[in-house]
Structure formats: C-alpha cells, structure tokens
C-alpha cells in the first residue's frame, strides 16, 4: 500500500504540476517545502545536521534559516522536474546558465569520451536537459533502483524523454555499458556525492570521512575519458547557475587503487567548493559520513564491483 501511494503521489505530480502556471507551481513548492520543515521530520533534521558540518560556525539560528532555504531549494528540483518534460526547447535553454563549459565542449571535441560527475546540488536533471538540448548531445547516466519498480520506470521514462540513456545501478552491467560509450567519445554523466554500493573510496569531506562511489574516477582511468566535475546552483532568477571546473587527472604513478583514491579526492575538494559557496543548495538528506552511518562488519570494497554513481 505504501509503496502504490508512493507511486501515485509521484505520478500525480508528474501529470498535475506540469500544467500549473510556473508562478503557481513556484508559490505551492515554497508552501510544500516551508510546511515540511516546520514539521521537523527526520528528513530535515538529517540536512541540517549535514549543513552543521558544511558551516561549522554557524550558530543554530543560521543552520535553521539554511535547512528552511535548502527545503525550499529542494522543492524547486521537484517543480522544476515535474514540469521540465513539458518546457519548450527555448525554456530548456534559457533555463540553464554554465560558466567554463568549454571544458566539455573541448573535451567532446577531442573525442575520447567525458565523465561529467556533480554532487546533489541544484537541479541535475535540468543540467542534463540542457545539455541534450543546448549543446545536443546525448548521454548516459546510472539511476538507483527505486521501489515500487513502477516509481523507477516513472523515473527511466521521465529521463529518457529528456534525451538521456538511463542504467539501472544494481545489476553489475552498468560499469561496462559505461565504458563502451566513452571509448565511442561519448559522454557520461553521473551524481557522484554520496555512495550506494558500500565498497566506494575514502574522502576527506569537510573535514571528515566520508565515501564517494570510485565509478567515476575507474571509468577515466580504464578509458582515457576527460573527467570533469559540476557544480550548480540557484540565485534569486529563474535560471539555474552552474559551474564546469577543470578536469582532474590521471595520476602518473600508483596502482589503480591509488590512482583512484586521489581522482576521487579530488573530485570531493571541487564537489566542497560548490557546496560550501552554496550550502542551501545541497540536497543531501540522508547520512553521508562515516560517523553518522550505522557500524557495519566489513567497510572494505568488494572485489569485483566498480560502482558508477547515480542519477536519482
């Protein structure tokens, strides 16, 4: 029962907020969103513990005002999702404004394949739009299996319309479709901030431990494919902001598990400095770091696995 009221709150927002007006669906995510944070509930509670680690000195009159704004920043992904399959390619387009994109043009345009990686900042699933649209070119990204199965095809379905290939993370197939389509020069893009498969990399995350899946930094290793990190953000416009930063190397020397642990790291520093210019863009409300996660027997990376990341 849970599971189909889940599924039918989701597809009614996907057949009703579309055809609201955008200042109205603008002024019921705001309501929706200032209405769960005054109920306190474990979601928000966990985003403004994680905004505590993001703003260690903020006192607890700003990490309030900050988990309101990032409810509210969280609500505006949801709009804006909701009512992206019905955007006109103009909306698309003038929705979406991304300094330093010549690092993906150029990277496209040598054709070896690029790895886009962005953290749960902003609205990811606009940034792709635009991409297919703007710039049209095609990608493929990785979604977690969500349940019910029906919510998931709602979510591979409302992204392909958006002209992306969708892969399932869980099946052990995904790494290698991957790779096959940056080593044709195509593009990947995958949300790389939080691990999923329990056998990702160390980081060093606002001055704590955290794990970052090693898919991202594994497929620019294993196919020479430009790993670029994303960062995006909301101002007062309507048009959402972002950021392509320079890419991040492959290391020289080292095995490939070190070689990924640094790529990773990496990653992690770019993926700070964008959320801690714009924390109340973050939408993290689940545990991230070690010490907020629950004790596990064995924290070691299973042989064999090559998480990618996600898309959800």
Same mark, same amino acid.
């Given at each position: ?9 989701? +597809? ?10 955008? !200042? ?86 040598? +054709? ?30 990785? /979604? ?26 869980? @099946? ?13 020069? +195509?593009?990947?893009?995958?949300? =790389? ?19 970052? !899946? /090693? @898919? !991202? ?6 196919? @020479?494919?430009?790993?670029? !990190? ?26 490939? =598990? ?45 042989? +064999?696995?090559?998480?990618? @990341?996600?898309?959800?």
């Amino acid at each position: 029962m849970k599971d189909r009221l889940t599924d039918g709150l989701y +597809g009614l927002g996907w057949s009703t907020v579309k055809k609201l007006p955008e !200042p109205v669906a603008e002024r019921l995510g705001r309501t929706i969103a200032d209405t769960v944070w005054k109920r306190r509930g474990k979601g928000v509670l966990r985003l403004e513990s994680n905004l505590a680690r993001v703003v260690p000195d903020a006192s607890p009159q700003r990490l309030a005002e900050l988990s309101r704004a990032g409810m509210r920043s969280y609500l505006r992904y949801w709009m804006e999702s909701f009512r992206l399959p019905s955007w006109s390619r103009e909306r698309v387009k003038g929705g979406f404004d991304v300094k330093d994109v010549h690092h993906l043009t150029d990277g496209l345009a040598a +054709g070896k394949g690029v790895v886009l990686a962005l953290p749960h900042l902003g609205n990811w699933d606009l940034a792709g739009a635009w991409v297919t649209t703007e710039l049209e070119t095609p990608f493929t990204t990785v /979604a977690e299996r969500l349940k019910p199965e029906t919510l998931y095809d709602r979510f591979v379905a409302y992204r392909e319309s958006l002209g992306m290939e969708v892969l399932p993370h869980t @099946g052990g197939s995904a790494f290698g479709t991957l790779a096959r389509r940056l080593r044709a020069g +195509g593009l990947v893009c995958l949300v =790389a901030d939080r691990d999923l498969s329990e056998s990702g990399v160390e980081v060093k995350f606002f001055g704590d431990t955290a794990r970052m !899946p /090693a @898919g !991202p930094a594994m497929l620019a290793q294993q196919t @020479g494919a430009l790993l670029l !990190p994303v960062t995006l953000w909301y101002d007062e416009s309507p048009v959402m902001k972002g950021r392509v930063h320079p890419p991040v190397d492959v290391p020289e020397t080292g095995t490939r =598990a070190e070689k990924t642990s640094v790529m990773t790291q990496a990653l992690a520093d770019a993926f700070a400095t964008g959320i801690a210019d714009h924390p109340e863009d973050w939408h993290m409300l689940q545990r991230l770091w070690l010490a907020d996660l629950e004790p596990r027997a064995d924290h070691a990376p299973r042989a +064999g696995r090559a998480p990618a @990341g996600e898309a959800s």
